[in-house]
């Protein structure tokens, strides 16, 4: 089986390394705005879907996600400056939050796809951890303006559900609809 991840995403690509997962990358460009009233879950599953649809020729097997940290229903992406960064961090800060990552895998005319979500918390920061962690530039293009492998894991207690899922891949849900998707081709 040919594998492609339509990813640009470093991250994406070391999860599946790291899982044993052999796969060539296609970066392909969708239109990632929300759509007027669009609930978080079906935001991030729309855009792995467009993506994995869009990269169809690329290959036999196409994997694509999307991630989105939602906190109060209210989906936070990538920050545009550093400020933007800092209200993102502050609204984070002393609760829990939400990281959902919509997953599309096509195979000629079957596509499986999932929302995984995992629940974060953070603890309280002080105007000086924000303003230390938006120095270190770590979070600049991460979803939610902070990354939990990094210098971020400090910040993070506690978290229910897949770690690898806030990283920005489910990799036990990927193998389980690699899986499927076996049985179904």
């Not at 899982?19 to 991030?44: C, K, L, M, N, T």
């Not at 939602?70 to 800092?86: E, T």
């Not at 209200?87 to 079957?110: D, F, I, K, Q, Y």
């Not at 939990?148 to 920005?168: C, D, H, M």
Request: aromatic share 4%.
């Amino acid at each position: 089986m040919r594998l492609i991840l339509a990813s640009a995403s470093p991250r994406r690509a070391e999860l599946l390394r790291a899982a044993g997962y052999s796969f060539e990358i296609v970066v392909v460009d969708v239109d990632e705005r929300v759509r007027p009233d669009e609930p978080p879950q079906d935001y991030v599953r729309r855009l792995a879907m467009e993506k994995s649809a869009r990269a169809r020729e690329a290959g036999e097997v196409i994997l694509a996600a999307d991630t989105a940290v939602v906190v109060d229903g209210d989906i936070l992406g990538k920050p545009v400056d550093n400020g933007d960064a800092r209200r993102m961090l502050r609204r984070l800060s002393g609760r829990e939050h939400e990281v959902m990552t919509g997953v599309s895998l096509r195979a000629a005319e079957v596509e499986l796809g999932c929302v995984e979500t995992t629940r974060v918390e953070f603890a309280r920061l002080s105007t000086d951890d924000v303003d230390w962690y938006v120095r270190s530039g770590e979070g600049k293009d991460k979803a939610g303006a902070y990354a939990i492998q990094g210098l971020a894991s400090r910040f993070i207690p506690r978290i229910s559900g897949s770690y690898s899922n806030v990283v920005g891949l489910p990799v036990a849900r990927v193998a389980m609809l690699l899986a499927e998707l076996g049985r179904l081709s």
